[in-house]
T-cell receptor, first 111, second 115 residues
Framework: SQQGEEDPQALSIQEGENATMNCSYK?????LQWYRQNSGRGLVHLIL?????REKHSGRLRVTLDTSKKSSSLLITASRAADTASYFC???????????FGRGTSLIVHP | GAGVSQSPRYKVAKRGQDVALRCDPI?????LFWYQQALGQGPEFLTY????????KSGLPSDRFFAERPEGSVSTLKIQRTQQEDSAVYLC?????????????FGSGTRLTVV
């Protein structure tokens, strides 16, 4: 079963534009994480946000968390062609400490 | 090592063959997870170890799937009598401690193709 669901499923933008992806989940969580996966490779951990945090930044990444709406967003500013990848959110279902992934958002950044 | 290492990188198996997939986690990482990722899908949880103890195997799809981590470091995922629906990328992840406070480090995966 998949806890987090990303939206949109696919996103195509031009280099320099911002990319926003959303994640919704169903049950209470301790933390939410975002990962990037390049084609045919493993997942790379981008950022972790805890349930008592509302916003976090890391370089060109900005993550928000709204526990009342059970949703999170990942914003990539000033996108680059190298940002082309699939992005997944992962949540731990009600304290199980086992990250559960959504289906991901496929991002294509055109140079 | 510096990261999580998985081998082999690619495996082609004939239907009915047994396969063994290896995961070398980061040294000292307590938690180890196995995931199965079908094409175009997100990773699906298979099983979780804390040190050598297999604390959760609820995601294993059938009794043909078996995982072990006998000394609390290297783990092996074994699939017996492989079937075509077993074709997927198998990902291993490790974490410094129980829980997600430190994030999870993933290996590059083993792509299994059953023909």
């Amino acid at each position: 079963s998949q806890q987090g669901e990303e939206d949109p499923q696919a996103l195509s933008i031009q280099e320099g534009e911002n990319a926003t992806m959303n994640c919704s989940y169903k049950t209470s969580i301790n933390n939410l994480q975002w990962y990037r996966q390049n084609s045919g490779r493993g997942l790379v951990h981008l950022i972790l946000i805890r349930s008592n945090e509302r916003e976090k930044h890391s370089g060109r990444l900005r993550v928000t968390l709204d526990t009342s709406k059970k949703s999170s967003s990942l914003l990539i500013t000033a996108s680059r062609a190298a940002d082309t990848a699939s992005y997944f959110c992962a949540t731990d279902e009600g304290g199980s400490y086992i990250p559960t992934f959504g289906r991901g958002t496929s991002l294509i950044v055109h140079p | 090592g510096a990261g999580v290492s998985q081998s082999p990188r690619y495996k082609v198996a004939k239907r009915g063959q047994d396969v063994a997939l290896r995961c070398d986690p980061i040294s000292g990482h307590v938690s180890l997870f196995w995931y199965q990722q079908a094409l175009g899908q997100g990773p699906e949880f298979l099983t979780y170890f804390q040190n050598e103890a297999q604390l959760d195997k609820s995601g294993l799809p059938s009794d043909r799937f078996f995982a072990e981590r006998p000394e609390g470091s290297v783990s092996t995922l074994k699939i017996q009598r492989t079937q075509q629906e077993d074709s997927a990328v198998y990902l291993c992840a490790s974490s410094l401690a129980r829980g997600g406070a430190y994030g999870y480090t993933f290996g590059s995966g083993t792509r299994l193709t059953v023909v």
